[in-house]
């Protein structure tokens, strides 16, 4: 099914009077869930009322090979009525799960679904070592030991790091040449580029080191004899590396950051992650490349630098989750006649809270695992991460502190990670927060708190929930976190084309019903088929996990 093609804003038009009457009103749960409705509706239609040829001369009913489908005395297909629709049920646990306020969602037609992701990355060239790009990450066995001798040398020289470059001056790393990590670098331009490299600074995203390749133009040879002329003949001075080895070979046998290189991977450098300013202003400049425009000399003899698309997709196929109910004709008969309670469509009530439920804990639990990757590669202080807060600091500072101040105090570190996922991200900052009913009530009791104005028609027992906004940032509390589980998860919910998680419907709801022989009472099955999954680069940039360590109780 998945070559199904709707048109959106048809299905929007059709579907949004119904949403609406459930008391969906955002318009971002719209505009997925009438796109879902449709598809189910064709779905639905299509295993049901297979075969159906129109309307017919209706009569008298027959059995029919088909649920709900009539036949006419002569056996030609009838009406084609529908015995059962799944959709109001697919409907009500779609409208009913909080979590998926969380999350983007892309409904999928078929049970798999291919999303494809576009990079930009300086250079078109391979990654499998023989390809020759100008601007590249090393990653190495020896890794920590190279970024070691790079940091000491960068202090030596006065050389500021930034976030993906330096400034100050240049850098540049002879890979041939064992020196102290201290004097690994030297910021002097050198008069030969044979086996040197530019160190460009670390990579924003892992750490890595980059470096620029020094390129001769127009090299087309390692021989200056016919064809070839002296003009383009390969000259070693004017190239980091020889014409008859790998880029590879060459630095496994060399030293990075005076530290023997290992076995070395190299990887070309995206441009959205780590932006370098010298690519296109031709790597002119004195306290940095690119610190200024390129003058004509340097743009006549040059050639523009090239950014070439890496395309890459992720084939996500749905999981189930189901559920069933059983019945007695005693309870039935009971229940009805001292309640009034039609117990068969509680219990669908009852199945559609279950697998709404189990639908928000998973997306929670996946936005937390994101959050603690990301929160691993985090800067640090004293051991821990920087959006950490423990309230230790009140009892050993010079006093004077209030709960208030401290209530404060984790509002900055909520803000400071948001930042940190709009700088890091590179799509925006932090739009929720999802924390305990202890830390909610803080954050509930300081200035600026805006409690939550949202009243749904729909509400399930045990569900995740929204308390109110600080600032931009909605609260929500999960009422399956223990109150000593001092942590807060904060991220951002992107487009379904953004890195982050999304969730995959395919059919929200599948119902099967039976009368027991057992006990001659009905029975329902209800499951769901559905993916929760992370997609796009660095997905995990999109969330932070702060810990919260409250032993004085001083936040509450």
Do not use: C
């Given at each position: 099914m998945s070559h199904i093609r709707i048109d959106s804003q048809k299905a929007l038009k059709k579907w949004s009077p119904v949403l609406e009457n459930m008391g969906i009103t955002d318009s971002d749960r719209l505009n997925w869930m009438s796109e879902y409705a449709e598809f189910h509706s064709i779905n639905e239609?299509?295993?049901?009322?297979?075969?159906?040829?129109?309307?017919?001369?209706?009569?008298?009913?027959s059995i029919a090979t088909f649920t709900g489908q009539t036949y006419t005395g002569n056996g030609t297909p009838g009406s084609g009525d529908v015995a059962q629709n799944l959709l109001p049920v697919a409907m009500k646990i779609a409208a009913q799960?909080?979590?998926?306020?969380?999350?983007?969602?892309?409904?999928?037609?078929?049970?798999?679904?291919?999303l494809l992701f576009i990079d930009f990355r300086y250079d078109d060239v391979n990654e499998d070592g023989e390809g020759r790009p100008q601007v590249f990450k090393v990653d190495s066995t020896n890794i920590n030991n190279i970024k070691f001798g790079l940091t000491m040398s960068l202090g030596t020289l006065g050389i500021r790091e930034t976030t993906g470059g330096l400034s100050g001056a240049r850098a540049f790393d002879d890979f041939t040449n064992v020196t102290a990590a201290a004097s690994a670098l030297t910021s002097t331009v050198p008069s030969s580029y044979k086996n040197k490299l530019e160190f460009l600074g670390f990579s924003r995203i892992d750490g890595l080191p980059m470096y620029r390749a020094f390129r001769q133009a127009n090299a087309v040879g390692s021989s200056q004899q016919s064809p070839y002329t002296s003009l383009n003949a390969?000259?070693?001075?004017?190239?980091?590396?020889?014409?008859?080895?790998?880029?590879?070979?060459?630095?496994?046998?060399?030293?990075?950051?005076g530290t023997a290189a290992g076995t070395v991977t190299v990887e070309l450098v995206s441009a959205l992650e780590d932006h370098i300013p010298g690519f296109s202003a031709n790597w002119t400049g004195a306290s940095a490349?690119?610190?200024?425009?390129?003058?004509?000399?340097?743009?006549?003899?040059?050639?523009?630098?090239?950014?070439?698309?890496?395309?890459?997709?992720?084939?996500?196929?749905?999981?189930?989750?189901?559920?069933?109910?059983?019945?007695?004709?005693?309870?039935?008969?009971?229940?009805?006649?001292?309640?009034?309670?039609?117990?068969?469509?509680?219990?669908?009530?009852?199945?559609?809270?279950?697998?709404?439920?189990?639908?928000?804990?998973?997306?929670?639990?996946?936005?937390?695992?994101?959050?603690?990757?990301?929160?691993?590669?985090?800067?640090?202080?004293?051991?821990?991460?920087?959006?950490?807060?423990?309230?230790?600091?009140?009892?050993?500072?010079?006093?004077?502190?209030?709960?208030?101040?401290?209530?404060?105090?984790?509002?900055?570190?909520?803000?400071?990670?948001?930042?940190?996922?709009?700088?890091?991200?590179?799509?925006?900052?932090?739009?929720?927060?999802?924390?305990?009913?202890g830390l909610a009530a803080s954050l509930m009791d300081i200035a600026g708190y805006?409690?939550?104005?949202?009243?749904?028609?729909?509400?399930?027992?045990?569900?995740?929930?929204?308390?109110?906004?600080i600032g931009d940032i909605t609260v929500y509390v999960d009422p399956y976190m223990k109150y000593n589980d001092n942590r807060i998860v904060i991220g951002r919910k992107n487009n379904p084309d953004q890195p982050g998680i999304i969730f995959v419907p395919y059919l929200m709801a599948q119902s099967i019903s039976i009368i027991s022989e057992a006990t001659f009472a009905p029975r329902?099955?209800?499951?769901?088929?559905?993916?929760?999954?992370?997609?796009?680069?660095?997905?995990?940039?999109q969330y932070m996990t702060i810990n919260v360590t409250d032993a004085s109780g001083f936040l509450n």
């Open positions: 239609n299509a295993y049901v009322n297979a075969g159906i040829q129109g309307m017919g001369a209706v009569t008298a009913p799960t909080i979590g998926l306020d969380l999350v983007s969602v892309k409904p999928t037609p078929g049970p798999r679904i291919e390969f000259v070693d001075s004017l190239n980091t590396f020889n014409p008859t080895q790998s880029i590879k070979t060459q630095l496994e046998a060399g030293y990075l950051g490349s690119g610190d200024y425009p390129m003058n004509r000399d340097a743009d006549d003899n040059s050639y523009a630098g090239v950014i070439g698309p890496k395309v890459s997709t992720k084939s996500v196929a749905v999981g189930t989750i189901e559920v069933s109910s059983a019945l007695r004709r005693t309870e039935i008969e009971d229940i009805k006649a001292n309640t009034g309670m039609d117990i068969t469509q509680k219990m669908e009530s009852i199945l559609v809270n279950e697998l709404s439920q189990t639908i928000s804990k998973q997306i929670v639990f996946k936005i937390f695992e994101m959050g603690t990757l990301n929160r691993a590669s985090a800067p640090t202080r004293s051991g821990a991460s920087i959006f950490d807060l423990n309230t230790s600091y009140v009892s050993s500072g010079p006093g004077g502190e209030t709960t208030h101040a401290v209530q404060r105090k984790l509002i900055t570190k909520m803000v400071h990670a948001s930042n940190f996922i709009a700088t890091e991200g590179r799509v925006g900052p932090a739009q929720y927060a999802v924390t305990n009913g805006t409690i939550n104005p949202l009243k749904s028609k729909i509400s399930g027992s045990g569900q995740l929930y929204p308390v109110g906004q329902m099955l209800l499951r769901s088929r559905y993916a929760v999954t992370e997609v796009g680069w660095y997905p995990h940039k």
